[in-house]
């Protein structure tokens, strides 16, 4: 009999909003702000690397993380053919563990019509760091972060798995994940029922944690409770 292999989830970490045309140097404040602030977080989000051939290769280009050098590195990253799409900046965190590595990029500056600019962090699936990473305190930090730096139309942390149990196509900002963000723009947040909590992320906007535990796929709990939410969001326009 061949041996069967379980799936192994994956976690991501996404910020989105719509066009906004930004200077490089607008883009690296945010950029800076970001960085500063998730290093605090945990130490896997404390140093990153450019993408190389090899992780031997990204290991020698640290990115520095101040304003200045991250101006002239999101400068780099400006599409040489449309000017409205805004500048790319991708990078790694250059653990030896694929599994327990985490990414992340970043589009900004964009304004074409139609475009969605981000700021996605591929967080570690298993492992030493996964075991940290995937839990409330870490990811409600990392959400808030992102709230405060990219200032966007939604933000949220969630298992691939789950997303793709509860949404036919992922597209951002129209399914439940395990910890959402909604700016004040958006509309109020109703009453939710628990375990799901809710905070304000300052003056900004409210941040909804659907789970005080791992969210996953597996367990229908999570499944039914993210559907009763989505029921709830959407009647009141968030969604």
């Known amino acids: 009999m061949p041996e069967t292999f379980k799936r192994i989830d994956s976690y991501y970490a996404g910020a989105y909003w719509g066009p906004r045309k930004e200077t490089p140097e607008e883009c690296a404040r945010r950029a800076e702000a970001?960085?500063?602030?998730?290093?605090?977080?945990?130490?896997?989000?404390s140093r990153w690397f450019e993408l190389g051939r090899s992780r031997k290769d990204a290991l020698k280009r640290p990115i520095e993380p101040s304003g200045e050098a991250l101006e002239k590195r999101v400068q780099r990253g400006r599409d040489r053919q449309f000017e409205d799409i805004g500048y790319s900046v991708w990078a790694r965190n250059g653990e030896p563990d694929a599994y327990d590595s985490c990414g992340f990029n970043f589009n900004c500056g964009g304004y074409s019509e139609g475009l969605f600019n981000r700021c996605v962090v591929n967080?570690?699936?298993?492992?030493?760091?996964?075991?940290?990473?995937?839990?409330?305190?870490?990811l409600t930090g990392l959400?808030?972060?992102?709230?405060?730096a990219w200032?966007?139309?939604?933000?949220?942390?969630?298992?691939?798995?789950?997303?793709?149990?509860?949404?036919?196509?992922?597209?951002?900002?129209?399914?439940v994940g395990w910890i959402m963000y909604f700016p004040h723009s958006q509309g109020r947040v109703p009453p939710l029922p628990a375990p799901v909590?809710?905070?304000?992320?300052?003056?900004?906007?409210?941040?909804?944690v659907l789970t005080p535990e791992r969210l996953t796929a597996e367990n229908p709990e999570h499944v039914e409770l993210g559907r009763r939410v989505h029921e709830l969001l959407n009647r009141a326009g968030l969604l």
Not at 123 to 138: D, M, Q, T
Not at 143 to 148: E, G, K, Q
């Open 34 to 45: 970001f960085l500063a602030a998730i290093a605090k977080i945990d130490p896997a989000f």
């Open 123 to 138: 967080l570690p699936a298993r492992g030493p760091n996964a075991e940290r990473v995937l839990s409330v305190p870490v």
């Open 143 to 148: 959400v808030r972060s992102m709230a405060l």
């Open 151 to 175: 200032e966007p139309d939604s933000a949220l942390a969630t298992s691939t798995m789950h997303r793709d149990a509860v949404t036919p196509d992922g597209n951002a900002g129209t399914f």
């Open 197 to 208: 909590r809710v905070e304000p992320v300052e003056d900004k906007g409210t941040l909804i």
